[in-house]
């Protein structure tokens, strides 16, 4: 079965340390794959995507994420974080073969200490 | 630029009545996804439509059903309310079934 999964509910940094949340897909096909950032009480917005173009792929407000074929995953980072990133991050994939949904891992809250 | 839009933003219904959900897409976005996302738990797939036809089916309960009109805007319809159908219903819209979605605000739906 499809299926994406994020290590670590939830990670705790300092503003200004390196952000890094990790997302890893179980498929011998490289799909598409997604981050989508939620902040509290509001809806799903797009932070960056693969497409099987580069695969260090750059998003909004300075994360990137690098795709790995070797390892299957897709972590998401950012070199220094600031307070307004503290937020629900979801990795989600989407397959090559007919499928059009998007499979959600489960979610990593970030917070960030000041 | 315009975004996907949901209505009600938010929904209280009573245990064995009924609910619509109402999406409108993107400007010439033709297909409609719906998303439901319990509290806590990620967002899961329900159901698609490309071009006014069902196009993909998740894990949606037979008491519900939905969609297309059209105008490319879609309704999910619930019926036989549970309190278990309590969460965040979200809408996204795509302009072909293999682009990306874009994702509306959601709908709450609290069940009591």
């Known amino acids: 079965a499809q299926s994406v999964t994020q290590l670590g509910s939830h990670v705790s940094v300092s503003e200004g340390a390196l952000v890094l949340l990790r997302c890893n897909y179980s498929?011998?096909?490289?799909?598409?794959l997604f981050w989508y950032v939620q902040y509290p009480n509001q809806g799903l917005q797009l932070l960056l995507k693969y497409t099987s173009a580069a695969t260090l792929v750059k998003g909004i407000n300075g994360f990137e994420a690098e795709f790995k074929k070797s390892e299957t995953s897709f972590h998401l980072t950012k070199p220094s974080a600031h307070m307004s990133d503290a937020a629900e991050y979801f990795c989600?994939?989407?397959?090559?073969?007919?499928?059009?949904?998007?499979?959600f891992g489960q979610g990593t809250r970030l917070t960030i200490n000041p | 630029a315009a975004g996907v839009i949901q209505s009600p933003r938010h929904l209280i219904k009573e245990k064995r009545e009924t609910a619509t959900l109402k999406c409108y897409p993107i400007p010439r976005h033709d297909t409609v996804y719906w998303y439901q996302q319990g509290p806590g738990q990620d967002p899961q797939f329900l159901i698609s439509f490309y071009e006014k036809m069902q196009s993909d089916k998740g894990s949606i309960p037979d008491r519900f059903s939905a969609q297309q009109f059209s105008d490319y805007h879609s309704e999910l319809n619930m019926s036989s309310l549970e309190l278990g159908d309590s969460a965040l219903y979200f809408c996204?819209?795509?302009?072909?079934?293999?682009?990306?979605?874009?994702f509306g605000p959601g709908t709450r739906l609290t069940v009591l």
């Open positions: 989600a994939v989407r397959y090559f073969q007919g499928a059009q949904k998007l499979v």
């Open positions: 498929s011998s096909v490289p799909p598409y």
């Open positions: 996204a819209s795509s302009l072909g079934f293999r682009n990306e979605q874009f």
